[in-house]
């Protein structure tokens, strides 16, 4: 696991080189923050989906079940921390 920062952190270094930091921050964004939100709303729903109907036998269709998901999973389960954070912080930059 250290290898992996040695690594990150090398690549950052010389991705420096080239680019401001808005820059870098922005391409950042762009290739890491947009596909995270893009799994959170379109990946994560199914599973989520498919193991309460498994689970806690949901007796309700797929959309039904969205709103749901969007309700009670986005609020408690991804904006803890960190991940939120970066999200305000994406929102005040564009």
Known sequence: MPL??????????????FRTGN???KE?????????????????PPQSYFENVQK????????EFY??????FI???ICI???CG???IYLSIL
Do not use: C, D, Q
């Open 28 to 44: 950042r964004i762009y290739r890491l923050l947009i596909p995270l939100i893009f799994g959170i709303l379109l990946l994560i």
């Open 81 to 83: 921390g960190v991940i």
């Open 56 to 63: 806690i036998n949901f007796s309700g269709t797929f959309l």
């Open 4 to 17: 992996f920062f040695v690594v990150a952190g090398a690549s950052t270094w010389f991705a420096m080189e």
């Open 86 to 88: 970066f999200f305000f």
């Open 23 to 25: 820059k870098y921050v």
């Open 67 to 72: 709103p749901h998901f969007l309700r009670e």
């Open 75 to 77: 609020p408690r389960g």
